[in-house]
């Protein structure tokens, strides 16, 4: 399984981002697929995931209205378009996956991660 993310870079406050995640060697029917960030000093947390399914999507409440998760079932790519971004919004992102009938808790597989930095 390899799930591959870029995009990251420097962006202004109110900018936005499009980050991707490449992913392979998963059986997509049976795993969720996610975002998570890591700011500087703290711990990893989670950021959106979705359904490969049918494309329903959770979104934690920091970024809600403001972040889409979203798929190409053809490229077998998630994405994360980032809006409106904040200096808090600075971490490195990283892709996820895990079994579907577990919980975030259990993360199957990590990308490698992507930096992200809001700054002016």
């Known amino acids: ?5 870029s995009g990251g870079g420097l962006v202004q406050p109110g ?6 995640c490449a992913a392979s060697g998963l059986t997509f029917s049976s795993y969720r697929l996610g975002w ?3 700011a500087p ?8 995931s979705i359904i490969w399914s049918d494309s329903a999507a959770y979104y934690a409440d920091s970024v809600k209205g403001r972040f889409t998760i979203s798929r190409d079932k053809a490229k077998n790519t998630m994405y994360l378009q980032m809006s409106n971004l904040k200096p808090e919004d600075t971490a490195v992102y990283y892709c996820a996956a895990r079994r579907s009938v577990t919980t975030w808790s259990r993360v199957d597989y990590w990308g490698q991660g992507t930096l992200v930095t809001v700054s002016s």
């Open 41 to 48: 000093g703290k711990e990893r947390v989670f950021v959106a």
């Open 15 to 20: 900018g936005s981002l499009h980050l991707s």
């Open 1 to 5: 399984v390899q799930l591959q993310a």
């Open 36 to 38: 998570f960030r890591q």
